[in-house]
């Protein structure tokens, strides 16, 4: 049986359970907003035996049960509570969920919770990265004035600045985004106002195309994204969906060992699943930006490019020699 977890809201998970149903995998969903309303779980350490149950409704489910495990984008359930105990009542539901997903082994995983978030960090990603051979664009990481107007006039003014976690911000009604964008030499005139916060300085590398890599298990799936036909996605491509944009998207192959680089970064953090973006520049070199160990695939897929669900869906139901 599969275990797939996510939110209400989640479209990606829809699609895949949609193939999971095709195929006629058995599976069972929660939405962790649900905790403690329609499922919850318990666990029972006694000697030498430890044992977890999951229940869901009025099914209870051992967790030997589960053969392949996904989690995406898990929200915290939001309960009523004193204002004075909110702090203590989320504190103490992350920290549950937590230790229901390390109950669960990590060969189970798609890519266990733990792994996700230590692959996270986009400074050690960058230091991973090249030390297994990726190109990296000049990067610095900082909130001071003078490294960081002396890493702009280095190249030029030809910088870009980003956040050091994601530029994705919602606040339960309204999303925003802070793209990866251009900076300019006024700004350093207001740096007080915009830059109190370390970010991420990269010199900006003058592109061909952007390059989404998807890798599940061994397969290895590149995807152009033919961004610099609109001056809005040039520096940031996913801002085509903020503003509507359709940019052509083409499956490509990218060298060998482009390929072997994809898989050593998946198997130093050991992930079964990535979305790796990279770029080629005018020049036809290949730079490394930035790996999500839970990034969105399913609009590939729906693009006709590659068949992801399927790829998810075999590495999940895939025998493998059990890890303690």
């Known amino acids: 049986m599969l ?13 895949l359970i949609l193939r999971i149903k095709d195929r006629g995998v058995k599976y069972i969903r929660i939405n962790t907003e649900d905790y403690l309303n ?4 318990h666990i029972s350490s006694n000697n030498h035996v430890y044992s977890t149950i999951l229940r869901v409704f009025d099914k209870s489910i051992s967790i030997e049960e589960i053969n392949g495990a996904y989690i995406r984008q898990p929200e915290l359930p939001v309960f009523k509570t004193e204002a004075e105990d909110q702090l203590f009542v ?16 990590d060969t189970i995983w798609l890519n266990a919770p733990h792994k996700i978030l230590r692959s996270s960090n986009k ?22 004035y003078d490294i960081a107007y002396n890493f702009f006039k280095k190249h030029q003014g030809k910088v870009v600045a980003k956040a050091v976690k994601h530029g994705f911000d919602y606040n339960g009604c309204r999303a925003r985004v802070a793209p990866t964008q251009l900076i300019d030499i006024n700004l350093f005139e207001n740096f007080d106002s915009y830059f109190n916060i370390p970010m991420i300085y990269q010199e900006c590398i003058v592109k061909k195309y952007d390059i989404r890599i998807t890798v599940v298990g061994n397969n290895v799936l590149a995807t152009a994204i033919y961004s ?18 359709d940019l052509k998207h083409q499956k490509v192959n990218v060298p060998q060992y482009i390929v072997d680089y994809c898989l050593s970064i998946n198997k130093h953090y050991g992930l079964r699943y990535s979305a790796i973006d990279m770029i080629l520049s005018e020049e ?10 839970n990034g969105q695939w399913a609009w590939l897929e729906q693009k006709g490019l590659h068949n992801i669900r399927d790829c998810i869906i075999d590495e999940l139901i895939k025998q493998r020699e059990y890890e303690y």
């Open 3 to 15: 275990l797939i977890i996510s939110n209400k809201k989640d479209l990606s998970t829809d699609y």
């Open 38 to 41: 329609n499922w919850d779980f």
């Open 90 to 105: 989320k504190r103490e539901i992350g920290e549950s969920l937590r230790s229901f997903w390390r109950s669960i082994n």
């Open 123 to 144: 400074p050690e990603q960058l230091k991973i990265a090249a030390k297994i051979g990726f190109n990296i664009p000049d990067t610095c990481i900082s909130n001071n």
């Open 228 to 245: 610099q036909v609109d001056n809005l996605t040039k520096i940031d491509w996913r801002l085509h969906d903020t503003y509507n944009i």
């Open 284 to 293: 036809g070199v290949y730079y490394f930006l930035e790996i999500n160990p």
